[in-house]
């Protein structure tokens, strides 16, 4: 409460000492707890984390290495996301779960090698880079102006895309005549380079790319825009926009109407070799089935949009996660657009826990009337959302490892006892 009081010697006698000539009440501001959490609980949660960073990186390079399911993968990593991006919302994360984003969304975004700091080696820092950055954004590893500094390692990677495949085409070129491997090896990379490789790298880095592009749109006054300076740096951070802004926001389009001409040969084999990254695990058999990666798509594309350009607007931003999700789910159970019932009820999964884990961070908001008392359940509770969601993928990645492990073995133990028999008569 606000209050504008008269005293007896600032009017003349026989005001009263106590008027009272303005009143206004201010409504009380609910926020976190923001109670001291104590170092040593908070340093074991970051411990905690980073261990299921570090565990679930080796169980997926395991899953690659024996020939896993690579759709797996991509349903966790579509998963996390998704709810490692949350805190780019206008809503204050308590401290336990903020943490534990801050050590798995490494993975998310692919900077589990921090090859983004290749970058910085190449290019340096710009002056007074991230000074005035969204407090949340920078938090959650977007702090730069710079399209080029927030894909960080995705940049490295994008480059990589382009220049390993042509120089292992020409390094086996001269043994093409001579080696049976060589030839193989060139055809797949040539095969790729058609579309397969630069569509699922879209695909996976779509929300940071978003999210990137976006907020170079947002600093333009601080960053130039396409028209910065002729440095090295500025020509190729605005050729990086020109690249992937149209492609975020055109290509989707341009991809779509190319597969639904194409619907006849979805089932080619060397239709599949060139363009058939983006229905891994999804029926082949009705055009529906394109739906989700479109789906897919524009959904980060929204997500980054509202995230950076509605950022006092939380119940917009709350409604579109909602909508999506919803949106992702009546699809899932309505189409059952992936080939492998495992992977139909992985993604179902993630969208639920999607649902759950907003609904959660809707409990960190000015929402819930009674957030003094009750973060540090919803805190936890986040937690455990996070946790089971991680758990259930890990632990299908690692079975999937050993069934693969064990063929191999079986396939192995099989041709070496045909061996020892020597060829039948």
Known sequence: MIQVQAKFSDFEPGWLEDLVLASKK???????PTSVVPAAQLESTKAAASSAKQGTVVVMATNILTSGAMAQIWGMINGMQIYCNLPLFKVLFPSYTSSAIGEVVEISSFEVIPLGDLLTLVFGEPEGDGDEAIPDFYDNGYESYYIIINLGGLAVIFVMTITIPLLIILFLSPLKSRSKYAQNKIKTMTNAMHGNMMIRYVIEAGLDISISVSLQVYYADLNGGLFGSSSAFDVTNSLMTVIFGPVVLIGIVVLGFFYVKTFNRWSDEDYDNKYGAVFEGLRKDTKAALFYPLIFMVRRIAFSIVAIF??????????????????????????????????????????LCSVILIYVMMCFSDANNDLEYTANYYDFAFLFGMAVNLIVHVYLLVKDSVLSIK???????????????????
């Open 26 to 32: 201010i409504p009380a501001q609910k926020r976190a």
């Open 310 to 351: 509605t950022l006092e607007h939380l119940f917009l931003q709350i409604w579109c996660l909602f909508i999506f999700s919803t949106l992702q789910l009546v699809f899932l159970f309505a189409v059952k657009p992936f080939d492998i019932p495992l992977m139909q009820g992985l993604e179902v999964f993630n969208e």
């Open 407 to 425: 063929d191999k073995i079986k396939a192995r133990c099989f041709k070496t006892k045909a061996v020892a028999k020597g060829p039948l008569i």
